[in-house]
């Protein structure tokens, strides 16, 4: 069973055009969860820790929040160099991260 | 600051094969863990070392291995390569064990393509 359910797959958005990204965990303890940009070829390159409901964190044109079951990322008019896949993870335990499959955003000038 | 290294970028083997892959992490970072991510998936967690400790290991078969050096480098090491195993191996580092609000930085990964 997927611990970690990221939607949409994928998002086409205009230039300015902001949206959200979902992230959603079954995981019964959470000790974190953590937003990821994984760019092509590229390595997760982190964003965002979250640890208690209703903790908000701001970055630039994004912004995460967590619930008790969720967690968005909203993004805010983006731009074209806001595109790249967004990954979402959580921890349970002491040493592993559980990815979901991403949503890969794209945003046209 | 350098980031987290990884060697070599790119590896084409044939099934059977074995391979070696290779992190450096970011200094003063004594956790490494390596992820496996198939084209169109998130990572899958491998392995996480702490202090050259195993603490934690993922669904794997026995034919992947890994081990870190006392300066916390780590090796992690693949026998008996089948196609399935074509995928991008992502290292990532971390301050400590992984308790807390550490987050894990990843390095580039290391192509690796079964033929």
């Known amino acids: 069973e997927d611990q970690v359910t990221q939607s949409p797959e994928a998002l086409r958005l205009q230039e300015g055009e902001s949206s959200s990204l979902n992230c959603s965990y079954t995981v019964s303890g959470l000790r974190g969860l953590f937003w990821y940009r994984q760019d092509p070829g590229k390595g997760p390159e982190f964003l965002f820790t979250l640890y208690s409901a209703g903790e908000e964190k701001e970055k630039e044109r994004l912004k995460a929040t967590l619930t008790k079951k969720e967690s968005f990322l909203h993004i805010t008019a983006p731009k074209p160099e806001d595109s790249a896949t967004y990954l979402c993870?959580?921890?349970?335990?002491?040493?592993?991260?559980?990815f979901g499959a991403g949503t890969t955003v794209t945003v046209r000038a | 600051d350098a980031g987290v290294t990884q060697s070599p970028t790119h590896l084409i083997k044939t099934r059977g094969q074995h391979v070696t892959l290779r992190c450096s992490p970011i200094?003063?970072?004594?956790?490494v863990s390596w992820y496996q991510q198939v084209l169109g998936q998130g990572p899958q967690f491998i392995f996480q070392y702490y202090e050259k400790e195993e603490r934690g290991r993922g669904n794997f078969p026995d034919r992947f291995s890994a081990r870190q050096f006392p300066n916390y480098s780590s090796e992690l090491n693949v026998n008996a390569l089948l196609l399935g195993d074509s995928a991008l191996y992502l290292c990532?580092?971390?301050?400590?064990?992984?308790?807390?609000?550490?987050?894990?930085?990843f390095g580039d990964g290391t192509r690796l393509s079964i033929l």
């Open positions: 990532a580092s971390s301050l400590g064990g992984g308790q807390g609000r550490q987050p894990q930085h």
């Open positions: 993870a959580v921890r349970e335990d002491d040493y592993k991260l559980s």
């Open positions: 200094s003063g970072h004594k956790s």
